[in-house]
């Protein structure tokens, strides 16, 4: 394998265990399912196709707005779905039922008029979600296999795989490339001018006559606005973290710093301008190591716990299988922490 | 489900990830990637990949100039700016707004604005009688240009320095 190769399988396909991508599902899915369950995606069946502007997507795939009672039954069956795949039941198919009544439903709307991009990274972390194996834990399926064959060592222990890392890394990925566009998209239209103009301090007072998707939370921003040389900074932090972004996939450091960073200035961004980024928020859940989470406050109770009353010495890691190999001596198996290169990685739910 | 086994160069077997199953998920990870790389170089949109470039074009004069919604409010005649999403559903402002610029710059406009502002007054009409908004019935829906200098408390912003009256739709007898 060329070094270009060992470098991908080392990124994407470090193993790990499958706790990280479980809690992942469970909230990602779940979140989805509350934000949009009193939401009405059939109303699109009402508008007059004056307003319709087919997208790319739905002009190659020839997908016609549906009628409202089709539309009623769509987003009952994705919303059905979304709660299914967040509990982990019939993890496999609702997570594709949700990626695909997802694509249609959430794309509808881009063919009316403005194709908004805040809820693009839900269509493409559904899409990881259904490829993957984010059913292996904190599950429903998972309860029930348990029960069904509680001797099996796989119905027990899912096993450190690199199969349980690269959706996270996927969503990590395409936050990256997210964020980079936007400020190379700011650069490339304006230059420095975005950033050492009245440009942002304009832009929060516009937001203020009712411009953007949504309004703003607070008045705070008519009082940003009116300190320019404080508003420039936050415009040059902006780009900043927007350019600096790709830096959290390959830096500890740098996520420990730029995600918060990113997230604090999409809350603000909806407190003093008012465009709503909530689905982006959703996708900042992948960045959250929930099993080193589970791992210290596991540790913490055992260790207010009296002596007597601790458990064995728990594994740190979870067991893998043991497969003799018939002919040969029998390869080091993977555990988490190891990876293509022989080094302990610096994945998703591992050193993060 | 039997585990896969796929023995890498140094030895270590991962028990679920095949060497086809890993090549597989790298042509489909490589396309995401190549999907957004594109239309970030191209500068394009192609839904759900996107070049990311909302509020990107620098604001230069403290001026605001958009297409709006207008209700004539049936027996007074107040006029009331329709921006909110109760009013405008499925649309947002942004998303109406696009959908009004676009139509705007399309041959035989008249015609189709006509039909646009018909159609969000029928849909107003709608939500109003199925208690959907609170807003009051309509004796018509105008599409203004509105135009505002920019005040440092958005005290103007029901009062707008400059209106041209694009087009008036009445409602009709039989709508309300």
């Known amino acids: 394998m060329s070094w270009g190769g060992r470098q991908w399988t080392q990124f994407w396909f470090e ?25 009405d995606l059939s109303a699109w069946a009402d508008v007059s196709p004056v307003f319709l502007s087919p997208i790319a997507l739905f002009e190659a795939l020839h997908l016609p707005v549906a009628s409202r009672d089709t539309l009623v039954g769509m987003q009952t069956v994705w919303k059905l779905s979304l709660a299914f795949s967040s509990l982990g039941l019939l993890t496999r198919p609702s997570t594709w039922t ?33 490829l993957s194996r984010c059913g292996d834990s904190c599950s429903v399926d998972t309860l029930l296999r348990r029960r069904q064959r509680p001797s099996t060592p796989n119905a027990r222990y899912p096993v450190a795989s690199g199969e349980y890392g690269w959706p996270i890394k996927g ?3 395409v936050l990256a490339l997210v964020f980079f566009a936007a400020g190379v998209a700011k650069l490339r239209a304006s230059g420095l001018d975005w950033i050492a103009s009245d440009n942002l301090s ?58 918060p960073g990113l997230l604090l200035m999409l809350v603000g961004i909806r407190l003093v301008m008012g465009p709503s980024f ?27 716990s009296p002596v007597d009353d601790r458990p064995n010495a728990a594994p740190e890691r979870a067991p893998t299988l043991r497969r003799p190999v018939p002919s040969a001596p029998a390869p080091r198996r993977f555990r988490a922490g190891d990876s293509a290169g022989g080094r302990p990685g610096d994945g998703p739910g591992q050193g993060w | ?140 829906l105008r599409l203004y240009r509105l135009g505002w200098n920019l005040d440092p408390w958005a005290r103007n912003v029901e009062h707008p320095e400059h209106k041209q009256l694009i087009l008036e739709v009445r409602a009709r007898g039989e709508g309300r």
Not at chain 1, 15 to 39: H, K
Not at chain 1, 235 to 256: C, D, H, I, K
Request: proline letters at 5%.
């Open chain 1, 278 to 304: 909530e689905q982006f928020a959703f996708a900042f859940l992948f960045w959250v190591p929930w099993d080193r989470l589970a791992r210290a406050s596991r540790t913490k109770r055992l260790a207010r």
């Open chain 1, 171 to 173: 969503v990590w990925v």
């Open chain 2, 1 to 140: 489900m039997t585990p896969y086994r796929a023995v890498l160069p140094d030895g270590p077997v991962d028990p679920l990830l095949s060497p086809w199953r890993k090549r597989f998920l790298s042509v489909i990870l490589g396309i995401v990637i190549a999907g957004s790389v594109v239309t970030l170089v191209a500068s394009t949109e192609h839904w759900p990949f996107s070049r990311y470039s909302m509020y990107s074009q620098a604001r230069r004069t403290y001026t605001l100039t958009l297409p709006r919604l207008v209700g004539v409010v049936e027996g007074t005649g107040e006029e009331r700016q329709l921006y909110e999403f109760k009013y405008i559903q499925p649309f947002d402002q942004a998303r109406l707004r696009g959908a009004l610029v676009k139509l705007l710059r399309r041959t035989g406009r008249e015609a189709l604005l006509e039909e646009a502002v018909r159609d969000c007054l029928r849909r107003y009409e709608a939500g109003r009688r199925a208690r959907a908004h609170d807003g009051p019935p309509l004796q018509a």
């Open chain 1, 15 to 39: 193993p790990v265990t499958a706790t990280n991508l479980g809690v992942c599902r469970l909230l990602f899915f779940g979140s989805l399912f509350l934000f949009y369950l009193r939401r």
């Open chain 1, 202 to 259: 304009i832009m929060i007072l516009q937001n203020y006559y009712h411009r953007a998707n949504a309004d703003p939370l607070t008045s705070w921003g008519l009082h940003l606005a009116g300190h320019p040389w404080l508003v420039r900074g936050v415009a040059a932090a902006t780009v900043g973290v927007e350019l600096a972004f790709p830096l959290v996939l390959v830096s500890r450091v740098a996520r420990a710093i730029l995600v």
């Open chain 1, 98 to 130: 949700s990626f695909a009544l997802g694509v249609y439903l959430l794309g509808l709307a881009h063919n009316f008029g403005k194709a908004h991009s805040h809820d693009a990274i839900l269509v493409l972390t559904m899409g990881f979600m259904a």
